[in-house]
């Protein structure tokens, strides 16, 4: 559901997207062809989950014809929910993967998708510490591998194979011309020949050490272990349900970050759609890991649920505690990353040199605090598929896609790691999470890391580049860009169109002494009083002399508001209504004869508005603030 919504700082209303609205926007990337010297070469992909199954369903629709997957496990993952950025969403709608907002409407196998706007980090006592837009979706893991598996053919994924060895080939031999170069060997049944291999087989990758990527790169316990749990909001209490809603008032349009204040780590809450609700726990673990050597997830003892139920109230508050004790079954997930990250994702030297390499997880584990592990694998994916189109040999390709996505992976890395330690209260000198937005971001910045990233992904900009060449001339600038200073801002969409504005209405100032102003412009300048609507302030409205519809408007100073500059744009959620500082102060009021147009405009611009309507008159208000926080008033102030 889009439509108005109540700001939890004012009561007032604001207007946010619905969720199909919001899918509509996300552009579809289509992948370039790949070159015919490539197109007929065999790949075999190890390891069937969203990395896998991405890389597969990306090559195929490049144009590869000889893909095979091939999967340790049994069948699908069970997995939970996962953020998903708007780039993996693209990629996604380009393949073709059904994509859907619920469950009940949506065609077999669809991915249903819920809407993330804002990511929020507060304090379990309920202070926010940071807001801001995060153009997300959350999606069901499960859902989404079987949405990219079903691009596949059925005949090329095989899942119950384990894969064991890489083994160089016929290269070269004079009695096989074409050459055949990787066989793969498997824990049983008969090896697979192929042209490449790309090994997608998870964090703990034992091709990554078999290729000889990670001499001295090993796996990194963060020091914390999830607890992770999905619960139907139907299930919950009635009043858990009301506690929920009351105490994360954006639940359903944010990706909550809550870091305890105790020293317990922090914990993670959204709504994953069609009334089931997503939560994470960070514990600390000094103690170290709590799944068996060479396993991440395990399933937990009922001594540890009876743990997590009796303190749950006390670390997380009322809400979040009732909802972790009605959440059937949560289960453990030890966070891990790579200590170094990997400089190239492809073997470079040895027998195996310029025809394996490894993406996803394997290429790059990560902590889950940025939201990206599925959605670098997913670019990974694309950018693979993409280098295809340029490159001639399987060498050549997979030095160009790992040349396109090793630094930018590492960098998130890097930065999913410190904003762990950072929500936990692990940074040096910290004695517990960072209590304001100011402390949060300069911990942020001395760690000479950008902030903001979250949103947006922003630093992978060979991805940005291969979308923004893909794109029609006019969808381009749609994604959101990385500003030269580091920061992250919408870019100026010159081509969504433009408000048709017919002219200004009128200008207001903001007074302490109505009758004293209004007196200067009536005496002195020779303004006339015009007709005021009943509103609920004290305020006179001026004809312009010699104008027969533009006005000068003063306005009663807000006395609750105090004296200071407009909130922060990112901000303004929390710390004040927009609507109310814009009507109630300097401003100025232009026209526009299609007030519906107008709203969608601003709207296609990613401008955030507030709406009001005048008293007594079918005139809508819209307001918003320009970049440099002076207040803008539109409305269609000629409708009768
Ligand atoms: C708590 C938590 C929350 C997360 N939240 C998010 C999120 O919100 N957004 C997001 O984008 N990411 C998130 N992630 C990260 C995401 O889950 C991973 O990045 C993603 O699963 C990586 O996909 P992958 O295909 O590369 O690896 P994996 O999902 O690990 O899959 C590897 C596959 O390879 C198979 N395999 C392994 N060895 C072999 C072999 N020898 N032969 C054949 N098959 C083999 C395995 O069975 C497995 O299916 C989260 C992770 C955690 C732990």
């Known amino acids: 559901m889009g439509g108005l919504l109540s700001s939890p700082a004012s009561g007032a209303g604001f207007t946010v997207a619905s969720v199909e609205e919001l899918l509509e926007r996300v552009p579809a990337l289509t992948v370039p062809p790949a070159s015919p010297a490539l197109a007929s070469a065999r790949v075999l992909i190890i390891g069937g989950s969203i990395g896998g199954a991405a890389a597969a369903a990306c090559l195929r629709a490049a144009g590869f014809r000889h893909v095979q997957v091939v999967e340790r496990s049994e069948g699908l993952q069970a997995g939970a929910g996962i953020g998903m950025d708007e780039a993996t969403v693209a ?3 380009g393949l073709g993967v059904p994509l859907a907002t619920t469950a009940t409407r949506s065609p077999e196998g669809a991915v249903v998708l819920q809407r993330m706007r804002w990511e929020e980090e507060r304090l379990a006592s309920g202070r926010t510490v940071l807001r801001q837009p995060l153009p ?10 079987q949405g990219l598996i079903q691009r596949l053919p059925a005949d090329s994924v095989s899942f119950g194979r384990k894969a064991v060895r890489l083994e160089e ?64 909001e139907a299930d919950l209490p009635e009043t858990a349900r009301d506690a929920l809603h009351a105490v994360y008032p954006l639940y359903g349009n944010c990706l909550y970050f809550i870091m305890s204040e105790c ?14 609700l997503n939560w994470l726990i960070y514990e600390l673990r000094p103690q170290g890991p709590v799944a068996e050597p060479g396993r ?61 390499a490894v993406l996803g997880d394997a290429a790059h584990p990560v902590t889950p605090h940025m939201a990206k592990g599925s959605n670098m694998a997913v670019h990974d994916a694309f950018t693979l598929a993409a280098a295809a189109s340029t490159a001639s040999t399987p060498a050549e390709l997979l030095a160009s896609f790992s040349a396109a996505r090793a630094q930018e992976t590492k960098r998130c890395v890097l930065l999913s790691r410190h904003l762990g330690w950072l929500r936990n209260g692990q940074l040096q000198g910290m004695s517990g999470p960072p209590r304001d937005e100011a402390t949060f971001l300069e911990l942020l910045s001395k760690a000479k890391l950008p902030t903001r990233t979250l949103p947006v992904g922003g630093d992978f900009e060979a991805l940005w580049r291969h979308v923004e060449a893909q794109l029609p001339q006019e969808q ?19 081509l969504r169109g433009s408000l048709e504005v017919t002219q200004v209405n009128h200008v207001s100032r903001e ?20 007709p005021r609507p009943n509103f609920d302030f004290g305020g006179v409205w001026l004809r312009l002399p010699g104008s027969d519809s533009q006005s000068l408007h ?80 539109i409305g269609n102030f000629d409708a009768r």
């Not at 997300?136 to 591998?145: H, T």
């Not at 289960?331 to 200590?339: L, Q």
């Not at 959101?480 to 100026?492: F, I, K, M, N, Y």
């Open 554 to 633: 003063i306005i009663e100073a807000d006395p609750e508001l105090q004296r200071k500059p407009p909130p922060l744009l990112d901000s303004w959620l929390l710390e004040g209504f927009p609507e109310r500082h814009i009507r109630r102060s300097h401003h100025i009021a232009l026209t526009v004869p299609d007030i519906e147009k107008a709203r969608s405009t601003l709207q296609a611009h990613g401008l955030r508005f507030a709406e009001n309507r005048v008293p007594g008159k079918p005139v809508v208000q819209l307001f918003l603030f320009d970049p440099d926080g002076n207040g803008v008033e």
């Open 263 to 276: 020293g317990r780590g922090h914990a993670v809450l959204y709504d994953l759609g069609d009334g089931l």
């Open 136 to 145: 997300y979706f959350a999606a069901r893991y499960a859902q989404l591998q």
């Open 169 to 232: 080939t016929f290269r070269g031999c004079d009695d096989h011309p074409d050459g055949t170069a990787v066989r793969v060997h498997f824990a049983s049944g008969e090896p697979i020949d192929c042209d490449f291999c790309v090994c997608v087989d998870g964090p703990r990758s034992g091709f990554r050490q078999l290729l000889q990527l990670d001499s001295g790169k090993e796996l990194r316990f963060a020091g914390y272990t999830g607890w992770r749990g999905v619960v139907n």
């Open 296 to 356: 991440t997830t395990s399933a937990a003892s009922s001594a540890d649920v009876r743990r997590l139920h009796s303190e749950a109230r006390r670390v997380w508050g009322e809400a979040l505690g009732a909802i972790i004790e009605a959440t059937p079954e949560p289960f453990w997930n030890d966070i891990y990353d790579i200590a170094e990250p990997l400089e190239s994702f492809v073997a470079t030297e040895g027998p195996l040199a310029g025809c394996a």
């Open 476 to 494: 381009r600038g749609y994604f959101l860009q990385r500003e030269e200073s580091g920061t992250l801002a919408v870019p100026v969409a010159a």
């Open 91 to 93: 990629v996604l709608k």
């Open 511 to 530: 007074t302490q002494d109505v009758a004293r102003l209004a007196r200067f412009y009536e005496e002195v300048l020779g303004f006339e009083r015009l």
